[in-house]
């Protein structure tokens, strides 16, 4: 669960705070919470955010988390500093719509404890409402330290029930959708992905 807040200072700048809690099994977290400030740069002015998107968001916070087991490095709880940039473009035509994003996220505490991600995303309008879209996921992860010390068995190995320790992921899917409603479900706020 995440919430955000968010003021603008104008057509290109916003201030905004984040929180999320979370718990995964899967994970190893009992509990989670993270609080960070963040501040946008949007190159564009804000009002073309129907038609196109830059985004530069930077966050900085303090992410607390309580394990259900011991860690690879001997911890049943922690609260470290951590940052965050996003770098995102949206692009929406007739034809449909392009978006790509990087985020690079680390922990202060140990700097080699980081992870970057690259998404994007093609969709492509066939008729109207309906879409295909493409869409391609790969991170490079090097901080996963909620990772049991405990060996994962052969079974939740299979049936993916605990997180095992890698150094990336990589997805790619293909997606069919429709959308239909009223012309005015699309008022948003842009401001921090928003839109």
């Known amino acids: 669960m995440e919430g955000f ?20 099994d899967f994970g190893n977290i009992s509990f989670s919470s993270r609080l960070s400030p963040a501040v946008e740069f949007s190159l564009f002015p804000y009002r073309d955010y129907a038609s196109r998107q830059m985004l530069f968001q930077y966050q900085v916070g303090v992410q607390h988390a309580r394990y259900h087991e011991i860690t690879l490095f001997d911890k049943t709880r922690e609260t470290l500093p951590n940052h965050e940039l996003r770098i995102s473009f949206d692009q929406r035509q007739p034809w449909g719509s392009v978006s790509t994003s990087v985020e690079w996220s680390q922990y202060l505490h140990a700097l080699s404890k980081y992870r970057i991600e690259v998404d994007s995303e093609v969709s492509i309008r066939i008729i109207r409402g309906l879409s295909v879209s493409l869409e391609a996921q790969a991170s490079r992860i090097h901080d996963q330290l909620s990772l049991a010390r405990r060996g994962a068995t052969p079974e939740e190995v299979l049936l993916r029930l605990r997180q095992l320790q890698s150094s990336y992921e990589v997805n790619f899917q293909i997606n069919l959708s429709d959308s239909f409603g009223s012309i005015f479900n699309s008022v948003v706020n842009p401001r921090f992905g928003g839109g």
Request: proline residues 5%; without cysteine; aromatic residues 4%.
């Open 5 to 24: 807040a968010a003021k603008s200072l104008g057509p290109h700048w916003s201030i905004g705070l984040e929180g999320r809690v979370n718990a995964s």
